[in-house]
């Protein structure tokens, strides 16, 4: 009589998948990234399609195409990668606007004429602080909307927010930031052009007018074309002086707000020991350094070509994702006082430009 055994189960089997990402860790950290980033890089995509084909802002299109897939934040296999690439890849992307930027540039703009320029930076700034404390609003408010201003649009807002208390109401302002200073660079972008040419402004005067006060960067190249090819280079050598200020005044921010930042991080995430905010954010040190290597001429021009063009996809990349993590309520939330800080800080830097321009004879 034969006896029965009982049918021993095999121990499941580790799939290939499986035992690739035991063996590379950082494998299985690109996977759990892989479904978030495609996310944001197809809403990036469609925003530059629709950019290219019916005209408009990518990072604006970018922006509200994310808010439209704001459910997706829910998704759990979404979440790391839409984290990073409003973060890292944010960073990243504003590392390599460097590349385009170097010393000769602000040699040939005139000691008299770059000093304008920064300081009507800083007063756009500092104006913006006040007025958010003026309007009841928080102190780092003021520093979102006097960056997004005063330097260079939506790309500022961004770099500014990465360096301060990672707070929902930070992000949700900033967010509102980028649609407004992105509207009102659009309008300045074609109300600028028409107001100087009324007014009698020569090119280079209005060159310098319109790259120290319109927020985009593309769009001072826009406007300053409708004024004339000479306008133009020199509205956009201006607005390259400006981006380059980027640096000190988000370093200036991080110290500000370190102590913060720390706080803020230790309360999101109690499980995790408090990391020492670094002194000088990473992503500055690098945009220092392509700066640096950009005036010793060591990029070609076809380098410095696909850096652009690589800088401002992932920043569309990184808008898609914040648009992502953002409900268009909590947007609504925020109230009317933003708009005022916006409004306000663009006719505010926009005075400062033409005053100086006016008394030192700046392009005469």
């Not at 930070?170 to 200073?181: I, K």
């Amino acid at each position: 009589m034969d006896t029965v055994r009982p049918a021993v189960s095999e121990p499941p089997r580790a799939s290939p998948a499986t035992g690739l990402a035991r063996r590379f860790p950082a494998l299985a950290a690109l996977r759990g990234l892989l479904p978030g980033v495609l996310v944001c890089v197809v809403i990036a995509s469609s925003a530059a399609f629709l950019s290219e084909h019916y005209g408009g802002p990518r990072l604006l299109y970018a922006l509200l195409l994310g808010l439209a897939f704001h459910f997706l934040s829910e998704l759990p296999r979404v979440h790391s990668g839409v984290e990073f690439c409003s973060r890292s890849l944010l960073r990243v992307g504003v590392a390599l606007l460097g590349v385009r930027i170097t010393v000769d540039q602000v040699t040939r703009l005139g000691w008299a004429t770059a000093a304008v320029v920064a300081i009507a930076v800083a007063m756009t700034v500092l104006l913006g602080i006040a007025l958010s404390r003026w309007l009841g609003r928080a102190s780092t408010e003021g520093v979102i909307t006097g960056a997004s201003v005063g330097i260079c649009g939506a790309s500022a807002a961004m770099a500014v927010s990465s360096v301060l208390p990672p707070t929902p109401e930070n992000q949700r302002f900033t967010l509102l930031a980028v649609v407004g200073v992105t509207v009102l660079s659009t309008v300045a972008m074609v109300v600028y052009p028409f107001a100087l040419s009324l007014a009698g402004l020569a090119a280079e005067p209005s060159g310098i007018v319109l790259g120290g006060t319109i927020h985009d960067v593309a769009q001072v190249v826009a406007a300053g074309m409708l004024l004339g090819p000479h306008a133009g280079d020199t509205a956009t050598v201006v607005k390259l002086f400006r981006v380059m200020l980027l640096v000190p005044v988000v370093l200036l921010v991080s110290l500000a707000y370190r102590s913060q930042r720390m706080a803020a991080r230790a309360a999101e995430d109690a499980s995790r020991p408090v990391r020492r905010a670094p002194l000088v954010p990473g992503f500055l040190l690098a945009f220092a350094g392509l700066v640096v290597l950009s005036s010793m001429h060591v990029f070609s021009a076809q380098t410095v070509a696909l850096a652009s063009a690589a800088s401002g996809w992932m920043l569309v990349v990184a808008i898609a994702a914040a648009g992502i993590k953002t409900s268009v309520k909590a947007l609504a939330d925020l109230g009317w006082q933003p708009v005022v800080m916006l409004v306000v800080e663009t006719v505010w830097i926009a005075a400062v430009m033409l005053l100086g321009v006016w008394i030192f004879a700046l392009g005469a």
